[in-house]
């Protein structure tokens, strides 16, 4: 089978992480029958140097006509003056939302070897494996009425509004009942549907779409702030979690936060059917240590494992590079970001070359 991506490493650590991608890509092109071409692109600061944006509607088609797109990251405090329209951070926005990118997929998966990188004790986080599936396009976020307006007296009003439809919950549910169909088969859906109308509705679509057309799955709701409570008290009992764009947002840092290592945490945002996937890690573009070749390219390296699996179904290449992550770590190879006790430490390209040996 042959693919294109489309390869947006930014800024920061961006092209470093991204070079050890690249490596694996080429690996992949030589050994085996997939082949993967790759179209660079410029996202961020590196496109607001360059084009006076942070990401042009060029590069744009190209995200749109290729299969997918592995981005690294973006930001700085180069940019820090930057019109907020022309700031490295639009780009991103611009690219998820032209490419419509309304389910943020973000895995917590704890490493046996790094288990003691949590804060949670080793018995509470050993062998975790959650998926979390946020909406994204929707919500808090974006619904109107919205805005600060100033009431007189000295007193001003500030609004958001949580606003949900029919089939924007229904999109992002199917996401989550499909993934969960490949994982353990379990849905935890959150909201808050004692308080807010919004929730309640969620409520009740995600019973009827599961009622409809996903009954062999184990469904269960949850209120988000027992969500968050649970994740913490007993994270094993999740297998796919689904929730909105705000409660997304935290319960997935929190859920990330219990593996303990930002430079291993990959996430995928995915789109309409037929449409580019983004694939990126969670991290920033760290420029505190940018440049110096000590950055952890496993969470990109992740995220592209993530796209072999879930854009395009190359399952077997997906699980090798897991398998192969799992291996170098339990080899004691380590960048600075995870080093511990009686560990090697290496590069991000020695990292990239053990990675590679471990396939092999
Ligand atoms: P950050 O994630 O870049 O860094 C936080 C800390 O984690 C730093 O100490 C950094 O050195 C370390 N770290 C991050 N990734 C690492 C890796 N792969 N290996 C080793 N260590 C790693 O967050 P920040 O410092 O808050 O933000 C820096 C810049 O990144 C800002 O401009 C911010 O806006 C941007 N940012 C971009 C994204 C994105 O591109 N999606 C996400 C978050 C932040």
């Not at 029958?33 to 790759?38: A, G, Q, S």
């Not at 360059?50 to 060029?58: A, I, V, Y």
């Not at 619904?143 to 029919?166: A, F, H, S």
């Not at 430490?345 to 020695?350: A, D, F, L, V, Y």
Request: overall charge negative; hydrophobic content about 40%.
């Amino acid at each position: 089978m042959s693919y294109k991506l489309q390869i947006l490493a930014g800024d920061g650590i961006g092209p470093e992480i991204m070079a050890e991608v690249k490596k694996l890509i080429g690996w992949i092109n030589e050994t085996t029958d997939t082949k993967i071409e790759t179209a660079d692109g410029l996202i961020g600061g590196a496109s607001y140097d360059e084009f006076g944006e942070p990401l042009t509607d060029e590069t744009l088609e190209v995200s749109k006509a290729c299969d997918a797109v592995i981005l690294g990251s973006v930001g700085g405090p180069k940019w820090d003056g930057v019109d907020y329209n022309e700031r490295p951070e639009a780009g991103l926005l611009k690219l998820r939302k032209e490419l419509d990118l309304f389910a943020n997929l973000r895995p917590a998966l704890v490493f046996d070897a790094l288990i003691d990188a949590s804060t949670l004790k080793p018995e509470i986080v050993k062998g975790l494996d959650i998926l979390i599936v946020r909406e994204l396009t929707g919500g808090v976020y974006f619904g109107e009425p919205r805005g600060i307006e100033d009431l007189g007296n000295g007193e001003r009003r500030g609004v958001n509004t949580q606003v949900y439809t029919t089939s924007e919950i229904n999109r992002v549910a199917c996401v989550a009942f499909d993934l969960a169909r490949k994982r353990s088969n379990k849905v935890t859906s959150c909201e808050k549907a004692n308080v807010m109308e919004s929730g309640k509705l969620w409520r009740e679509d995600v019973t009827a779409l599961h009622k409809a057309e996903f009954s062999d799955v184990e469904l269960e709701h949850m209120y988000a702030d027992n969500c968050a409570m649970q994740l913490l008290r007993n994270p094993s009992q999740f297998d796919v979690i689904v929730t909105d764009n705000l409660f997304g947002d935290i319960l997935s840092d929190e859920a990330a936060m219990l593996t303990g290592s930002l430079g291993m945490l990959p996430s995928a945002s995915l789109g309409v059917e037929g449409s580019s996937a983004v694939y990126e890690p969670v991290h920033g573009s760290a420029p505190d240590i940018a440049g110096q070749g000590v950055a952890n390219p496993l969470a990109t390296i992740l995220s592209f494992a993530m796209c072999l699996r879930y854009s395009l179904d190359e399952q077997d290449l997906a699980q090798k590079i897991e398998d192969g992550v799992q291996k170098v770590l339990t080899d004691g190879l380590r960048t600075p970001d995870i080093m511990a006790d009686n560990c090697k430490k290496i590069s991000t390209s020695e990292m990239g070359d053990a990675l590679i040996e471990a396939i092999k």
